[in-house]
């Protein structure tokens, strides 16, 4: 099973982009998904999480900008960010928990930089 991130780019304060996570590989179901970012010197931090019953919860400081969502025909969750700010630059990271082979697992994606500039 493999997590590709995408999507990540710069952009201008106060603009918007939209991250995807897409999951390959032998795959029976996805449970939880979520994203994290790692910014330079800062440990990594939960950005926002989506359960499989579509249940979400956010990171404070993106209440509001943020949206998580996923496609299961797919096998892919999306991260919209509007109203983007200079600290929401980081490498984000998708995680998610994915059945396969009977086994549920832990996985997460390669990263995909997000620049904001002032």
């Known amino acids: 099973v493999q997590l590709q991130a995408s999507g990540g780019g710069l952009v201008q304060a106060g603009g918007s982009l939209r991250l995807s996570c897409a999951a390959s590989?032998?795959?029976?179901?996805?449970?939880?998904t979520g994203w994290y970012r790692q910014a330079p010197g800062k440990q990594r931090e939960l950005v926002a999480r989506m359960t499989s019953g579509g249940s979400t919860n956010y990171a404070d400081s993106v209440k509001g900008r943020f949206t998580i969502s996923r496609d299961n025909a797919k096998n892919t969750v999306y991260l919209q960010m509007n109203s983007l700010k200079p600290d929401d630059t980081a490498v984000y990271y998708c995680n998610a928990d994915v059945w396969t082979s009977g086994w549920l697992r832990n996985y997460w994606g390669q990263g995909t930089q997000v620049t904001v500039s002032s």
């Open positions: 590989g032998s795959i029976s179901g996805i449970g939880t």
